[in-house]
């Protein structure tokens, strides 16, 4: 028998990463090879916006994708969210000049709280939420407090792209294909003081550090270098990860969406319970596995040196502080 189709909202759906996720998820990268979609795309309601998604629209129905059993475009929230099982928040308003951290966070925080609503109000029972505009680990929280009745569990942010870009580093400096890294695991924050762990991550079965024994590269230029690849991105290309962060949606939403291979995790951002110290509530990144029919858990009793205790305990506390911002959204 056909598989009732799954219904994927994607925000921001005729931006950068919208135009390299969709044709991913409608070819069944994301659901499977034998999982029909229905894609409900969101823009904003901007004439020369809505134009440019219509043209995706029309390259999507130009691919003749088996899987996909419809297309639907709006501007409203309420649209674009009906029944959907799986709702992809992609957009969110950029860095403009000038513009600190938290200036963000307080300019991104009503659109996040508009869209949890709307999620809880017309999603499917069973609907789940991956964010990915950015601070996400922060509009994911927004979004969580907003969407009242739906399980906090079902809210996730991305740092599967930290993952891969962690992953390839490693795999790279032990001369060795990115395959051969398992179990790599970000901690924290998706932001520049997100922790990459060199002692859970494997490679060809062994810890990263009893691979690759230079210590002062794992501390410096390895973290440095996952933390800050996306502005190197940005300085090389002048705009930021599209290809990169619409792969990486792909694989956070493949992660959950399937059972997690035996003794295997995956990063995923989610709610703490209050594991490894991460205060209950915020939204973080942690080792997560997931049984494949919608549920998931924190891995429990990894070892942490203390280099990495150090990095954890600064990345929460800034996702403390980027709490403290938006505390008036969260009540």
């Known amino acids: 028998m056909t598989k009732a189709p799954i219904r994927v909202a994607v925000t921001g759906a005729a931006g950068q990463i919208g135009y390299a996720l969709l044709p991913r998820i409608a070819s069944?990268?994301?659901?499977?090879?034998?999982?029909?979609?229905?894609?409900?795309?969101?823009?904003?309601?901007?004439?020369?916006?809505?134009?440019?998604?219509?043209?995706?629209?029309?390259?999507?129905?130009?691919?003749?994708?088996?899987?996909?059993?419809?297309?639907?475009?709006?501007?409203?929230t309420k649209v674009a969210f009906k029944d959907a099982n799986w709702c992809l928040l992609v957009g969110s308003k950029p860095r403009g000049p000038g513009m600190e951290r938290n200036d963000l966070i307080r300019e991104n925080g009503p659109i996040f709280v508009g869209q949890g609503q709307a999620i809880a109000?017309?999603?499917?029972?069973?609907?789940?939420?991956?964010?990915?505009?950015?601070?996400?680990?922060?509009?994911?929280?927004?979004?969580?407090?907003?969407?009242?009745?739906?399980?906090?569990?079902?809210?996730?942010?991305?740092?599967?792209?930290?993952?891969?870009?962690?992953?390839?580093?490693?795999?790279?400096?032990?001369?060795?294909?990115?395959?051969?890294?398992?179990?790599?695991?970000?901690?924290?924050?998706?932001?520049a003081t997100q922790v990459p762990d060199y002692v859970n991550t494997k490679i060809q079965g062994k810890p990263a550090n009893a691979v690759i024994k230079d210590?002062?590269?794992l501390k410096g230029e390895f973290f440095k270098t996952v933390q800050q690849r996306g502005?190197?991105?940005?300085?090389a290309r002048g705009s930021s990860s599209a290809f990169s962060a619409a792969s990486a949606l792909v694989d956070h939403v493949h992660d959950l969406h399937f059972a997690t291979p035996a003794g295997e995790w995956r990063s995923v951002c989610v709610v703490s319970d209050g594991s490894y110290g991460v205060p209950a509530g915020l939204i973080s990144s942690f080792p997560v596995t997931?049984?494949?029919?919608?549920?998931?858990?924190?891995?429990?009793?990894?070892?942490?040196?203390?280099?990495?205790?150090?990095?954890?305990?600064?990345?929460?506390?800034?996702?403390?502080?980027?709490?403290?911002?938006?505390?008036?959204?969260?009540?």
């Open 28 to 76: 069944g990268a994301m659901f499977g090879p034998d999982q029909p979609v229905i894609l409900q795309l969101l823009e904003l309601p901007i004439d020369k916006v809505m134009q440019a998604l219509k043209g995706v629209a029309m390259e999507l129905e130009d691919c003749a994708f088996p899987l996909l059993r419809g297309i639907v475009c709006s501007s409203d």
């Open 121 to 191: 109000e017309v999603g499917a029972k069973d609907v789940r939420v991956a964010v990915v505009g950015n601070p996400c680990n922060t509009n994911a929280l927004i979004a969580m407090h907003s969407a009242k009745g739906v399980p906090k569990e079902r809210f996730t942010a991305m740092t599967r792209l930290d993952q891969n870009r962690a992953m390839s580093q490693l795999a790279t400096k032990a001369g060795v294909h990115s395959t051969d890294v398992t179990h790599a695991t970000i901690w924290g924050n998706h932001s």
């Open 215 to 217: 210590e002062a590269w």
């Open 231 to 235: 502005a190197a991105i940005i300085a």
């Open 290 to 331: 997931s049984d494949g029919k919608g549920g998931w858990k924190i891995v429990q009793g990894l070892p942490l040196d203390p280099f990495v205790k150090e990095k954890i305990a600064a990345t929460v506390k800034e996702l403390e502080g980027e709490r403290a911002v938006v505390a008036d959204l969260l009540k």
